[in-house]
Nanobody, 123 residues
């Protein structure tokens, strides 16, 4: 079965850091771009970051540029999201998803999603 499992969420104070992991099973990540999304309470899901299948290119939402870093270790079949300088507005459920193509831009969609991991940033 194809599965993505997020981990690493939790509660942190503003300015703190968290490292999220997205572990894949049932398939190999090598051929797929992987995206991170988040959904805050009462808000629509938004894209946070995406990484090309090879890791050679990445993209970020303007709201997280300079603070978040996406990376991948294909040997471990895992994608990471390092979140630094966290703000209260970063609070939400974070999901990783498999993109149907190797690139983050252009045609494509996300077909498999993880269960999500909660990130709470508050004082």
């Amino acid at each position: 079965q194809l599965q993505l499992v997020e981990s690493g969420g939790g509660s942190v104070q503003p300015g703190g850091s968290l490292r999220l992991s997205c572990a894949a099973s049932g398939f190999t990540l090598d051929y797929y771009a992987i995206g991170w999304f988040r959904q805050a309470p009462g808000k629509e899901r938004e894209g946070v970051s995406c990484i090309k299948s090879t890791g050679s290119s990445t993209s970020y939402a303007d709201s997280v540029k300079g603070r978040f870093t996406i990376s991948r270790d294909n040997a471990k079949n895992t994608v990471f999201l390092q979140m630094n300088s966290l703000k209260p507005e970063d609070t939400g459920v974070y999901y990783c998803a498999r993109r149907t193509v190797a690139y983050c831009s252009g045609a494509g969609r996300y077909d498999y999603w993880g269960q999500g991991t909660q990130v709470t940033v508050s004082s």
